[in-house]
DNA sequence: AACGAAACGAGAGCACCGCTCTTGATTACG
DNA sequence: CGTAATCAAGAGCGGTGCTCTCGTTTCGTT
């Protein structure tokens, strides 16, 4: 029932939206390092003072576009698993993975801001920790039904690491075998690794047929953490 | 037999290591993000105009510096593969990206100026590419002996990878066969995957015993380009 | 309907930045 | 020895993030 209160609470939306709009823009253009209060404010037609009505710093500004940077990937990789709710788990898993990928290439910069170097200081905000799961847990839920339906093959878990394993299972899927769950967060790792690689350049002149390279590295991912090739 | 030309010579190298030096301190105090020139050179008790003498600009110093990187975790993976010139190649593989993470945990500043986003530009100045490749020759070289001595096992290769493999093993080592290529470019890749997960803290809170973890990460990295595990 | 509080845009200003240009001293080389 | 190159220093340009002040506008409350 409580709509937007007025013109006011209205239009502090729609303005940080357009700041948002506009830094995502200059950050696709130039890069993180360029991004500049000033040149937005200059941009969306106010004076940079204004600005900080809405962030308080450009720090702040940056933390905004990084949860939505992980919304927006998160997001594309829950539509990849939905888009394959049908098929068999390594095939949607290397959906995701592809989507994951798709995301990276098209957007760079904010892929770096969100699995580059952190930027702002040492320690991410509260606010992002949540939507950084989000790929995550899509990776997780596709593992768990191929484990609950056809199961998964696992080589055993060394014995120094069954006390960790046993831990990381208990934090991201308790109802998970503690081998799954770290080949699980391995995996996840090392997807970003072949994206970031790629992504910042690393690749260049190495691999040329990127996509292909990446369809079996990711498949090959699947494969890791269990998940069973063909019928 | 040409030595140091002259007192003028021998301090420009002195006063360009001195400028590395600070610089590196600075950054590893605050990140390349907060390198500033004008604080080098006012801890350096010169003006900020003098330095321009030494690096024709900051993002020349920064490149400097990535060199530098490059080469340290580069002797980093060359001394630990020397150090296990008599074990096994699996042994020798993990030992190496030990090593390589090791390096990256005591020094994440300098790592994430090398394998986070790239900070200067989209493109990596020409001085780069060859320190950058020191890792992966030591990889490829563990990999190399063990395909001579006791061979490799690897799965076979996809149809549809089969000319980019060919083309990726004929770049970085004309006598590996093309599947141990690829499979050498992808595992390389993921491990610093791995190693970027930790050193940019996104396995906060999920993984605790990261000694552990990593080691049996990268012994299953070892097996993925066919190592084999115990005589 | 009127009032006080809160939010707002604009402007000036601070300290800092990368970088350029000029000046004058020091060193090197023909 | 004298000329040319190299150097540190200083002033200055345009840019940055951020703060503070000042009128104005909107909001919630009486």
Redesign the interface.
């Known amino acids: 029932m409580t709509t937007v209160r007025g013109a006011r609470a209205r239009a502090r939306i729609e303005i940080t939206a357009a700041i948002k709009d506009e830094a995502r823009t200059q950050l696709a253009a130039e ?3 360029k991004l500049s209060l000033r040149a937005v404010a200059r941009e969306l037609g106010m004076v940079s003072s204004a600005l900080y009505r809405y962030f308080p710093s450009r720090d702040d500004l940056l933390t905004a576009l990084i949860v939505d940077a992980y919304d927006a990937v998160g997001a594309a990789a829950e539509q990849a698993a939905a888009d394959t709710a049908a098929q068999r788990p390594l095939a949607r898993w290397t959906a995701v993975c592809r989507a994951v990928r798709a995301w990276a290439v098209a957007h760079p910069h904010e892929y ?2 969100i ?5 702002p200081g ?3 905000p509260q606010d992002t ?1 949540a939507p ?1 799961a989000r790929v995550g847990l899509v990776l997780i839920d596709i593992t768990r039904r191929a484990h609950d339906g056809e199961g998964v093959a696992l ?1 055993p878990l ?1 014995d ?2 069954r ?2 394993a046993e ?2 299972a208990a ?2 899927a308790p109802d998970l075998p503690p081998a799954l769950a ?1 080949a699980l ?2 995996a ?7 994206v ?2 790629e992504v ?10 990127r996509d ?2 990446f ?3 990711a498949r ?1 991912l699947g494969q ?1 953490v269990g998940l069973l090739p063909r019928g």
């Open positions: 890069g993180a390092a770096a801001l699995y580059g170097s952190p930027v040492y320690t991410a920790i950084a080589p060394p120094d690491l006390p960790e831990r990381i934090d991201i770290v967060v391995a996840w790792s090392q997807l970003f690794g072949l970031s690689f910042f350049g690393q690749f260049h002149r190495v691999v040329e047929d292909t390279f369809a079996t590295a090959r890791d």
